[in-house]
């Protein structure tokens, strides 16, 4: 039964924002051993479907599920606790905050106070790769630093999926490429979904693609094949 | 240290009752105890949660004319009346919250303007249980042993009062639910993203908060001996968030200091009434502008 059960489910997702049909009947789900990625241009529904995977928005209609627990609906905090952990497109920290507080704050949510917190949050720390003073506040960090704390923040409280909104957005090539060996070494943590709107990066990550349209799934299959598909290269490059 | 310091201003006005018989220097001590307990209470929001709670003086109102009317009228003993009284602020305080917990910032402040307008209002216009505008008066001060507790003893009560207050807060803020009000203040999205259930927490505090308002207000009541819709309306919200912002928002020194500075001020300048809305006017600019850490953070730099 494990190995059959998706890491999530989501059927027949549709939202509506005034006129705008932001999300049409999609469906998706991910393999507990896959890295799921997903791309589409601006305005496509990436951030609206991984708003309503969270529980920061509401679907008109579809349910999703997480490891077979029905969780659309729930309020956002309660999705988190369920295990669902997302970040944001723009860098979200406490900034005026301890690097240790800033993780510790990861455990409030699941009624881990910070004194019993420290050491999983070392721990956290340490998966990440920030080795740093952990009382300096979080907003002296530098962005790819502030980045890996979002991800430890998350880790501490052991996630079952972890969705990352364009994880490499504002990092210099080389930054680029530590955050793909990041990633790739945090597969064996949880399972690990990826907003771009970039093809080379989630080429260089997913095992399989999503690519949405104005609200509608396009393809959805391995790297390679999407990269060669028409529709997507007419997307990406212009017709 | 930070705790040395707090122990420290709380004790400071002690000294005025060593003055020797002058009434007014004690009457002052105990206003000081009552603010501070006050102060420390609206700092729970105000400091900690980051929310301006303009209700504050009104919810403090209510457990004063609730404890007052149970000891004049039903003949109830204060020690009886005062825990009915912070109950009763604490759940309207919490029923207040809910419309205005989920503003934020500027627009939670309003909503808590208009509540506390609505509150004082609702001072004058029962009077059959508060006298309307012009107030009960000869409230009884509380019985200890058969006999009204005198002078030095009922401020030194207070004083304790204000301490287990101050006390309470400072063990709050380093529990679980301290870290997690302090994160809310800091980004509440955020908060929910982690799993953090931002409403929830935001009427805790609420609750405790007005718990602290009811005891203030139920034991000023009976300190001062008279209460009217005028010593709960809003100028009273906004001095006690003064003494906060002034001593230093988010410290459990800063609303003692705070207390300790302004408490005294219009008796000081009591001839020129006018030079202490000038003080309070200057202060609210120059706290605002050039010490948004409040007077604690160059009286007492955090020691690393």
Redesign the interface.
């Known amino acids: 039964m494990t190995s059959q059960q998706p890491l999530f489910q989501a059927t027949a997702i549709s939202k509506r924002f005034g006129g705008l049909q932001a999300l049409v009947d999609v469906d998706a789900a991910q393999r507990p051993d896959e890295l799921l990625g997903l791309i589409g241009p601006n305005g496509s529904g990436k951030s609206t479907f991984v708003n309503i995977m969270s529980g920061t928005l509401k679907a008109d209609r579809g349910e999703v599920w997480l490891q077979g627990q029905v969780i659309s609906g729930m309020p956002q905090h309660e999705v988190a606790r369920a295990g669902l952990s997302r970040t944001f497109q723009a860098i979200k920290i406490f900034r005026e905050l301890s690097i240790m507080e800033n993780v510790t704050a990861g455990l409030l949510g699941h009624g881990i106070g910070p004194a019993a917190a420290l050491e999983r949050a070392r721990e956290a720390l340490d998966r990440v790769g920030l080795v740093s003073d952990t009382t300096l506040k979080a907003g002296r960090l530098g962005l790819f630093d502030q980045r890996r704390l979002e991800f430890a923040m998350r880790l501490v409280a052991r996630p079952k999926l972890l969705m990352l909104d364009e994880p490499v957005g504002g990092l210099n090539p080389e930054e680029i490429r530590a955050m793909i060996a990041l990633i790739t070494a945090l597969r064996d943590q949880c399972g690990i979904f990826i907003i771009e709107h970039t093809m080379k990066v989630i080429t260089s990550l997913a095992d399989r693609v999503m690519v949405f349209v104005n609200g509608r799934k396009l393809i959805d299959d391995k790297p390679s094949v999407v990269l060669r598909d028409r529709a997507v290269i007419e997307t990406y490059l212009g017709a | 240290m930070k705790d040395l310091h707090a122990l420290l201003i709380l004790s400071f006005p002690v000294l005025g009752l060593f003055a020797g018989d002058h009434g007014l220097v004690t009457f002052i001590v105990g206003l000081v105890f009552i603010n501070m307990l006050l102060a420390s209470g609206l700092n729970l929001l105000y400091g900690f949660s980051g929310l301006i709670p303009f209700t504050f003086a009104g919810i403090a109102g209510i457990s004063a004319y609730i404890c007052a009317n149970l000891v004049i009228r039903a003949g109830w003993a204060f020690w009886f009346a005062l825990p009915i009284g912070c109950i009763a602020a604490a759940v309207v305080g919490l029923l207040l919250s809910f419309p205005a917990i989920r503003l934020r910032g500027f627009y939670f402040a309003l909503s808590g303007l208009v509540i506390q307008s609505a509150l004082t209002i609702a001072f004058v216009y029962f009077p059959a249980y508060t006298n309307g505008d012009t107030g009960i008066t000869s409230i009884p001060k509380p019985v200890v042993a058969g006999m009204p507790v005198a002078s030095p003893w009922f401020e030194l009560l207070i004083g304790a009062a204000a301490a287990i207050g101050a006390g309470g807060v400072a063990l709050l803020m380093r529990?679980?639910i301290g870290?997690?009000l302090?994160?809310i203040r800091?980004?509440e999205?955020?908060?929910?993203?982690?799993?953090?259930?931002?409403t929830a927490n935001r009427c805790l505090a609420f609750f405790l908060a007005s718990l602290m308002a009811g005891l203030g207000g139920a034991i000023y009541a009976h300190f001062v001996g008279f209460i009217s819709p005028r010593g709960f309306d809003v100028l009273v919200s906004l001095n006690l968030w003064l003494m906060v912002a002034v001593g230093g928002r988010g410290t459990v020194t800063g609303p003692l200091l705070g207390a300790l500075i302004l408490t005294p001020l219009p008796y000081v300048f009591q001839q020129y009434s006018w030079l202490k809305d000038v003080i309070y006017g200057a202060a609210i600019i120059a706290v605002v502008i050039f010490l948004p850490g409040g007077l604690q953070s160059i009286t007492f730099r955090k020691s690393a």
């Open positions: 529990s679980r870290s997690t302090i994160a800091e980004d999205d955020l908060c929910r993203a982690l799993g953090i259930a931002v």
